[in-house]
């Protein structure tokens, strides 16, 4: 099973457009807001090397991968939670 989780910011765009893929795919998620919960940008940071939004993380259980996504990029996507 996989877990996704976005990191986010309330002014961005591209943060809209991947909610709304993950939605529209029927993908769950869980947001951190970033406006709401600051601390959790140094998070995303650590995770992804770049302080840009959104950061998708996405965790496989069964191998225990975790992978980085930055930025909207459906393919990218879909490849990391379609499977």
Request: aromatic share 4%.
């Amino acid at each position: 099973m996989k877990q996704v989780t976005v990191y986010s910011k309330n002014a961005c765009a591209s943060c809209v457009m991947v909610k709304k893929w993950l939605t529209i795919k029927k993908i769950e998620y869980t947001e951190v807001n970033t406006d709401m919960h600051p601390e959790a940008l140094e998070d995303a940071v650590k995770l992804s090397g770049a302080a840009t939004m959104p950061v998708i993380v996405v965790e496989d259980s069964e191998t225990l991968a975790k992978h980085i996504s930055v930025g909207y990029k459906p393919a990218q996507l879909a490849s990391l939670v379609v499977a």
